[in-house]
């Protein structure tokens, strides 16, 4: 992608089972931002039980539900 166009990439995050989203949440920008270069960084992620899946089976599109 150009800078001009912008970031579209995006995250998926699927928190173990007991551990808290809301908390994940609030950490994950920090956890991110001292991880990842700054071309690596989401620019919005979402979470669910799982990865979004079509009838088939096949990895799907999702709607985004938290910016960073």
Same mark, same amino acid.
């Given at each position: ?17 007991? @551990? ?35 009838? @088939? ?12």
């Amino acid at each position: 992608m150009r800078l001009d166009e912008g970031r579209r990439l995006k995250a998926f995050v699927v928190p173990h089972p007991g @551990n808290d989203p809301a908390a994940l949440r609030a950490g994950l920008s920090t956890w991110i931002g001292a991880r990842l270069t700054p071309a690596e960084c989401p620019a919005a992620y979402s979470f669910g039980p799982d990865l979004p899946r079509q009838p @088939n089976g096949k990895p799907a599109d999702w709607i985004i539900d938290a910016r960073d």
